[in-house]
């Protein structure tokens, strides 16, 4: 536009010396037939006329283009505070060069897949190497840790839940008349646990991640003693903390997505017993162990940990459909057995329980995200496990049954700046064994 404008410039000022000159020619030529012929003199003077009335135009449009020159230039600045602001500048910084304005008569630069074109200010580019971000609601987040960068994520996860057990001790002569004891325990369990997770961008594609919880749980039980009958209830009370369970996760973008084209990004993760071990806490005495005194059968310490390697696999999917993304999660966890298992029970020294193996999670979650502006965004999401039985010396432990693990989860995510984004679930238990209710606090940081 603004060489156009020169040239336009350039012709109107040469119209303009034209018109000029030219009266100076006519008044030449017909300087004697003037005086001599009226009607000729009165033409000369009606073209004279005109041509004063076309240097008023010409000098209407030269000021006129001095003004478009002044919009040009301004509109100039407002693109380049607007690059600024969008962070392109930084971007041809990094690559060695300043991004050239293409024109009309600019050959197109050559497609290259480790360049990213700019695309128009306000417009998200039509392919992009990384998935959308969205608020995280599940534990697999969705977007890969660019190579060579290091992200610190603090979090912490508050949960709650409780229970009741009614179990009945002894038997039954006639409908409705038991002989013997009735046992009703009122469980509820309340655990906190701060982690820190490091992820590392290995490549565009591929992050490592290791996390490294910290459990603090603890655990009221409103129970009637059995073995007794008596009709006052006491509490028993268990806690614990230390180190949890430490996690190694590696995840890897198996395609090229884009819009209205799925991402899918396939992990693995394992997971180590440095918790202390449900086996290795003394449970008190399940019979009359002592004279006058009778036990709970309860640990008398809660474990910080599940007792079991693991290794789980997964696919996360992103399916971004502005202006909502689609995302999910299928992954399948199993425990490894242990062997020679034993525990301590107070008053009746070590038991041995042999080989023990606890259930494979089989889980997956579905969810949606929805970005309000350019710092917030939402999720909705339903996450289901499926949770197999204990099996002890190759036979299920008598009372395991399979559990399923219903939450609903509502999340939210607002990015500070460029490094911080802080990221809030709620879960809400929707089957009786699901936790009743816990909040996640996230706070990722890139280094």
Known sequence: MYRNGRVMQAGVRAGAWSLALLPMWIGTCFAQDAGTDPALRDRIEAQGRKLDAMRSRMAEQLAELEQMKRDLAAQEAQYADLRKAVGLNSLDEARGGSAAVATAADPPPPSSSHTVAASPVGRRPAED???????????????????????????????????????LVGYTVIPAILIGLIDVRQVKTTTQTAAVAFRYGLTNRMELEVRVPYVDTHTDTI????????????????????????????????NDGGADKPYYVGWIRAKSRTGRDPFDVTTDCITRCLENFTGTGLPLQSPTGTGFYSAQAGVTWLYP??????????????????????????????????????????????????????????????????????????????????????SLLIGGSYRFNDKETLNVTLGVGVTRDTPDSTITVRLPITL
């Open 321 to 406: 459909s502005d202006p909502v993304v689609f995302f999910g999660n299928v992954s399948y966890l199993h425990n490894f057995e242990r062997s020679n298992v034993s525990r301590h029970v107070l008053g009746e020294g070590t038991q041995f329980l042999g080989d023990v193996k606890a259930g494979d999670i089989a889980d997956v979650s579905l969810g949606m995200g929805l970005s309000l502006n350019e710092k917030a965004s939402i999720s909705v999401g339903y996450d289901q496990s499926f949770v197999g039985r204990t099996t002890q010396n190759g036979k299920s432990v008598p009372g395991s049954a399979r559990v399923t693990l219903g």
């Open 129 to 167: 190497e990384r998935p959308p971000e969205v608020a995280p609601i599940f534990d697999q987040p969705g977007v890969l840790t660019p190579r060579g960068k290091l992200i610190v994520e603090p979090s912490y996860q508050y949960g709650y839940s409780s229970s009741d057990r009614v179990a």
């Open 223 to 254: 129970s009637r003693e059995i073995f007794t009958g008596t009709a006052q209830d006491s509490l028993y009370t268990t806690s614990g903390k230390g180190i949890g369970d430490i996690e190694a996760t590696l995840r890897y973008q198996l």
